[in-house]
């Protein structure tokens, strides 16, 4: 059962455009949730979360927002940039102190310079 | 600053062999997770544990997995008997839990070949 679905397995955009990565979960007992971000033969590196409590959070090209009532949430990188071209995990936790999160299936993100 | 170390990186070998994958945590960080990597469904959660003690192993596939925490520097993935379809890259990752909702930081993990 699938808790944290990424419905587009690839995304391709143009340097300098906007990319929209897009995440939605079932369980309503997340609370918090991330985004991570990987290149082939690495591990996924953490990229930027979000609380619950937080409806947006930005850092540098990066936005995420989270539209609770629909179980939503979105990864905004704004301009894009070749480097970016990755694969993106939408990552979704419960709290309760142990961390365990569920993983979508990623979205492979593709900026053409 | 070491981060999470992983071996080996690449493991070929044939069906009905046992396979161990091994993991090194993050100095300090207290909980540990092993997740499996297939094109079907993503990132999987096999097991985790919390200060060397396993708390989730629903993930687990079946009983050829198990899991293993021996001290608080070391934790092992072990498969047997190996099937071609236990073939994946299989990543393990480390964080901590002094606070909430600490990211969790991975190997690079280990991928898996089973002829």
């Known amino acids: 059962d699938q808790q944290v679905k990424q419905n587009s397995p690839s995304l391709s955009v143009q340097e300098g455009r906007i990319s929209i990565l897009n995440c939605d979960y079932t369980?309503?007992?997340?609370?918090?949730f991330l985004w991570y971000k990987k290149y082939p033969a690495e591990g996924p590196t953490f990229l930027i979360s979000?609380?619950?409590?937080?409806d947006k959070n930005e850092d540098g090209r990066f936005t995420v927002f989270l539209n609770k009532s629909a179980k939503h949430l979105s990864l905004h990188i704004v301009p894009s940039q070749p480097g970016d071209s990755a694969v993106y995990f939408c990552?979704?936790?419960?709290?309760?102190?142990?961390?365990?999160?569920?993983f979508g299936a990623g979205t492979r993100l593709t900026v053409k310079p | 600053d070491a981060g999470v170390i992983q071996s080996p990186r690449h493991e070929v070998t044939e069906m009905g062999q046992e396979v161990t994958l091994r993991c090194k945590p993050i100095?300090?960080?207290?909980?540990l997770f092993w997740y499996r990597q297939t094109m079907m469904r993503g990132l999987e959660l096999l097991i985790y544990?919390?200060?060397?003690?396993?708390?989730?192993d629903s993930g687990m596939p079946e009983d050829r997995f198990s899991a293993k925490m021996p001290n608080a520097s070391f934790s092992t993935l072990k498969i047997q008997p190996s099937e071609p379809r236990d073939s994946a890259v299989y990543f393990c990752?480390?964080?901590?839990?002094?606070?909430?909702?600490?990211?969790?930081?991975f190997g690079d993990g280990t991928r898996l070949s089973i002829l």
């Open positions: 990752a480390s964080s901590s839990t002094g606070g909430p909702y600490q990211p969790q930081h």
């Open positions: 369980n309503s007992m997340f609370d918090y």
């Open positions: 979000i609380s619950s409590i937080k």
């Open positions: 990552a979704a936790s419960a709290g309760g102190g142990n961390n365990d999160m569920r």
């Open positions: 100095s300090g960080h207290n909980s």
């Open positions: 544990f919390n200060n060397n003690v396993p708390i989730d």
